[in-house]
């Protein structure tokens, strides 16, 4: 099972290998506070997609287009996530406020298709 989780949320909720899939490192966190096993930054959009992205509802459906390519040309990125969730539970951890619209959301959607 893949799950998704905003890195503001209590860790005590995680089950199985945690995976931080943001570019940038989280504002106002420690990294010693945040408890997570693989920090996979490569894996996020890239910051020509998210800078022109900017979490905008209105450009989900292209959003996800454009970063499901940017994937599949680089499946070495994601199969340490991929490999995790075939042996137990995953949770992918995102900084980003909107909770249905993010680069987390997106990457789960493209993972479980392969599943």
Known sequence: MI???????????????????????????????LRFDVWLKEVAPSDSLRNWYHHDPEKW???????????????????PILEAARQGN?????????????NAVALKTYLEKIL
């Open 61 to 79: 459906e292209e959003f996800k287009r454009r970063y499901f390519s940017e994937l599949d040309e680089k499946p070495e990125l994601w199969k």
């Open 3 to 33: 799950r998704v989780q905003r890195v503001y949320q209590s860790s005590t909720q995680r089950e199985g290998k945690s995976f931080l899939v943001d570019r940038l490192w989280p504002r106002g966190i420690k990294k010693e506070a």
């Open 90 to 102: 995953v949770t992918l951890l995102y900084s980003a406020k909107n909770e249905s619209h993010n």
